[in-house]
């Protein structure tokens, strides 16, 4: 038996693992016990992850070879990669040429491996000379991105989460961590163990697991986070609980923010938000003195939020509300305190590290910035980057939806599942004149609309880094080979550039060697590494040998430092301009389609305890459903007993965009006209199929694609509808 190190591929936690091997078969994984995000815990979708690996799932699930499809709706049949990445860089150059290099588009994922990251957005952006390229981070943490550059300057989440263990008081919002950060969770739950004196105080509209352990739960109606962030503000501001020195040192533009609240009255934020007046200055003067209950001797608090505030059309103001309550009290930069976004996905960051996003260039650059695209057409050896911003997530289908985006690249996610408005999405790979998915499970919804399938690798078989919610950079590590003909995702990508290279013209001036020389991970990770140099995530002190010993580090770890930085800020001075932090001047903005007489529910989305994304790994395990068995919507029992509704009656859920069928139950973790579904199951467990053979959309088919104006994150949190016995 082998056994190997790495890291889990589910949430934002980053647990380390240890994966046990025999011959080419993973047969059991555990904790690793060195790991600092665990210290050899799982939960249950980290310690049933060798389920997901065995020789039966791997038949049934995977993609074994490259497939092409002569016609839509047609079985795809098997083609050798030579002729398979040749037919694609054919493809692609074709539409370069005829329609230019804006008529293509790459999607990719925060699942990817940084390195595979890597050279994805240097073949769009370095090779191709389009920025259309995004991914589905979009739809998980690109408001936390803009929160933080709002007001802090820089995409750095300060905190860690040994600041767990600092805390007087724990500020949780829109996060179910108990399900969707449950070793993260554990530690909380120790924290507050060996401290009951820590408040923890939940900002939620259901009534969660989480709301278990919390000592204040504020159930604020859906989308209202601004204006309860800005209630509390008023409230410190009233009470005399904010940290004058802090501001006047640290900080600009307070004096527009306090005109701002002044109108934040309890009685208005209350109402607004149907959270009691007492309950908003409990969590006041907890959150501005640490629940010590003295802003003489604060104690720190630590917000830890997720999607509840990112994906909304006012995400980025709900981040920056809140980084304002940190600022304010002079509560960041210090053990126990500050903001700290938990991203959703393993490699949420590493996507971020590399520029992997439509608007954004390699070690954090800006691409609307002259000198930062200077910087990286010099580190890549290229004449310039394009400077227009590329299509986001959303944008980037609605424009093959319109037909002016002709060609996608789809890696290692399924936005025939996961993005909103599944009508239009739908619409635009059906439009598309051609689709390569690149994937490691031949399951996904989207795999139906491909025209040329191409089979990768997964965890347990390949080799890289991830990056998790604290900074902390992993080494992940194959333990057994590709199934079949699966090949690495960044391999993939290279094989594919480099035939891609021979057919496009060259830059003025020829193209002396290829942009993509790399024949190891290693290679592109240490191109990356020098891109970081005197960058804010600066990890030119890093190497994959010190990662192996001794382990994952936080960035920044410049050269010459001797360890990573667990915690930003702790000199008070911020990455802007002048040093300080920026004060956002943000007001409360109602949901983009608010709940009216036709479509009288609130419906959210989140996840559940044991299930992971679309489930295509996550759901190969039997005892996963154990937990919640198949996909429902939940409803208050008194909305239910009005529409004359009894447990399991199937129902009609309909939104201005489309309708499906499940059954009902009854919750009281849910307000009075408020309905809750799992984002996990797609149309397969729905029922039935489209007239083109594809499956029909999961809750997706409901939510809308109104997006955060700054951010483009969409609204999955709220759309209004009706529920109607079928
Ligand atoms: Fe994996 Fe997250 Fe569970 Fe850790 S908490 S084992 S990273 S899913």
Request: hydrophobic residues 40%; neutral net charge.
């Amino acid at each position: 038996m082998k056994e190997v190190r790495s890291t889990c591929p589910y949430c934002g936690v980053g647990c380390g693992v240890i994966i046990e091997s025999q011959g080419e078969r993973i047969t059991g994984v555990r904790g690793d016990p060195e790991h600092p995000a665990n210290f050899g815990r799982l939960c249950s979708k980290g310690s049933t992850l060798h389920l997901t690996a065995s020789a039966e799932v791997v038949r049934q699930t995977r993609l074994l070879q490259p497939m092409r499809r002569l016609q839509r709706g047609a079985a795809p049949q098997p083609l050798p990669w030579d002729d398979a990445l040749q037919l694609a860089a054919d493809r692609f150059a074709g539409t370069i040429a005829r329609h230019g290099p804006d008529a293509v588009g790459f999607y990719v994922s925060g699942q990817l491996l940084t390195e595979d990251y890597y050279v994805f957005n240097k073949l769009a952006k370095g090779l191709v000379g389009s920025n259309n390229i995004d991914t589905n981070s979009r739809l998980c943490m690109s408001s936390a991105v803009a929160g933080y550059k709002l007001t802090l300057g820089a995409d750095a989440p300060p905190a860690c989460y040994d600041d767990v263990n600092h805390a007087g008081c724990l500020f949780i919002a829109g996060s179910n961590a108990a399900w969707a950060h449950p070793v993260l969770f554990r530690r909380i739950e120790q924290a507050k163990a060996a401290n009951p004196a820590m408040r923890i105080v939940l900002v939620d509209p259901r009534r969660t697991d989480t709301a278990e352990l919390a000592d204040l739960h504020l159930p604020v109606q859906p989308g209202t986070d601004v204006m309860l962030f800005n209630g509390l503000l008023h409230l410190m501001l009233w009470e005399g609980w904010t940290d004058t020195s802090w501001i006047a040192t640290h900080t600009t533009g307070f004096e527009a923010l306090r005109a701002t609240v002044r109108d934040c009255t309890p009685q208005r934020v209350s109402q607004v938000c149907g959270v009691p007046q007492d309950d908003l200055l409990t969590a006041a003067r907890w959150f501005a003195t640490g629940a010590s209950g003295e802003p003489q001797h604060r104690a720190g608090t630590l917000s830890l939020y997720c999607q509840g505030l990112n994906q909304s059309t006012s995400g980025t103001d709900k981040n920056a509300a809140l980084i304002n309550l940190h600022l304010a009290c002079g509560q960041i930069g210090k053990p126990g305190a500050g903001p700290f976004s938990l991203t959703g996905q393993p490699n949420a960051m590493g996507g971020r590290e590399v520029g992997g996003l439509a608007n954004l260039l390699s070690a954090h650059r800006d691409l609307a910035n002259p000198q930062h695209r200077a910087e990286v057409a010099a580190l890549w050896g290229v004449p310039s980057v394009p400077d227009q911003p590329g299509k986001t997530a959303v944008e980037l289908f609605q424009a093959a939806a319109d037909g002016e985006v002709k060609a996608l690249w789809i890696a290692c996610t399924n936005p025939a599942q996961s993005l909103p408005d599944q009508a239009t999405v739908r619409r635009a790979l059906e439009r598309a004149e051609f689709v390569v998915v690149q994937e490691a499970f031949a399951t996904p919804a989207s795999c139906d609309f491909a025209d040329l399938l191409l089979p990768a690798s997964t965890w347990g078989e390949k080799t890289g880094t991830v990056t998790n919610s604290e900074r902390r950079i992993s080494r992940v590590r194959a333990a057994v080979p590709p199934p079949g003909q699966a090949r690495h995702d960044w391999r993939i990508v290279v094989d594919f550039a480099r035939r891609l290279e021979a057919l496009l013209p060259p830059p003025p001036g020829g193209r002396s060697k290829t942009l993509f020389p790399y024949e190891d991970p290693e290679a592109i990770w240490n191109e990356h590494r020098e891109s970081t140099r005197g960058r804010d995530l600066d990890i030119t002190g890093l190497s994959y040998a010190l990662l192996d010993n001794p382990g994952p580090q936080q960035w920044p770890m410049p050269q010459g430092a001797p360890a990573g930085k667990a915690r930003l800020y702790e000199d008070g001075v911020f990455p802007t301009p002048d040093g300080r932090a920026r004060f956002a001047d943000v007001a409360w903005r109602p949901v983009a389609e608010p709940r009216e007489s036709r479509y009288p529910f609130s419906l959210t989305t989140g996840r559940l305890r044991d299930q992971w994304h679309g489930m295509s790994r996550s759901g190969t395990v039997a005892r996963l459903f154990g937990h919640v068995p198949e996909p429902v919507v939940q409803l208050h029992p008194q909305d239910m007993h009005r529409r004359g509704l009894a447990e399991g009656d199937l129902v009609h859920v309909t939104s201005k965009r489309g309708s499906i069928v499940v059954p009902v139950q009854a919750s009281r973790e849910l307000g009075l006209g408020q309905a809750f579904m799992a984002m996990h199951w797609g149309g397969e467990y729905l029922g039935g199929s489209s007239s083109t053979g594809a499956r029909l959309a999961g809750v997706n088919a409901l939510t809308t694609s109104a997006f955060c104006p700054t951010s483009k994150q969409p609204e999955l949190k709220h759309a209004a509808v009706k529920i109607l016995k079928a």
